[in-house]
């Protein structure tokens, strides 16, 4: 059974910082895409960031570019989105996804497994 539990969310003041994981578990990890997506209310899912396989190669929403940084470390089945200079618009529900191919897609619904989401409040 496939796992992906995302940790790290929680409260910021505006300017601040914040790094999320997210465990996989059931899958084999360096074999997928992985991505973050978040989803505030009332709108729809957005991707935010995407890593390949080996983590050469990643890709980012306009909307981040410059602030947020997409790792993965395949040792230990874990991705990580680490937030800078977050502003109150960057609040949502963050969610991780794992994607059976070799590039990094923006499309939620090209992704095979996701988390359970985590809340980022970002406050002015």
């Known amino acids: 059974q496939v796992q992906l539990v995302e940790s790290g969310g929680g409260m910021v003041q505006a300017g601040g910082s914040l790094r999320l994981s997210c465990a996989a578990s059931?899958?084999?990890?360096?074999?997928?895409?992985m991505g973050w997506f978040r989803q505030a209310p009332g709108k729809e899912r957005e991707f935010v960031a995407g890593?390949?396989?080996?983590?050469?190669?990643?890709t980012y929403a306009d909307s981040v570019k410059g602030r947020f940084t997409i790792s993965r470390d395949n040792a230990k089945n874990t991705v990580y989105l680490q937030m800078n200079s977050l502003k109150p618009e960057d609040t949502a529900v963050y969610y991780c996804?794992?994607?059976?191919?070799?590039?990094?897609?923006?499309?939620?619904?090209?992704?095979?497994?996701w988390g359970q989401g985590t809340q980022v409040t970002v406050s002015s």
């Open positions: 890593i390949n396989w080996s983590g050469g190669s990643t």
């Open positions: 996804a794992a994607d059976y191919r070799l590039r990094v897609t923006p499309e939620p619904r090209e992704y095979d497994y």
């Open positions: 059931g899958l084999t990890f360096r074999n997928h895409v």
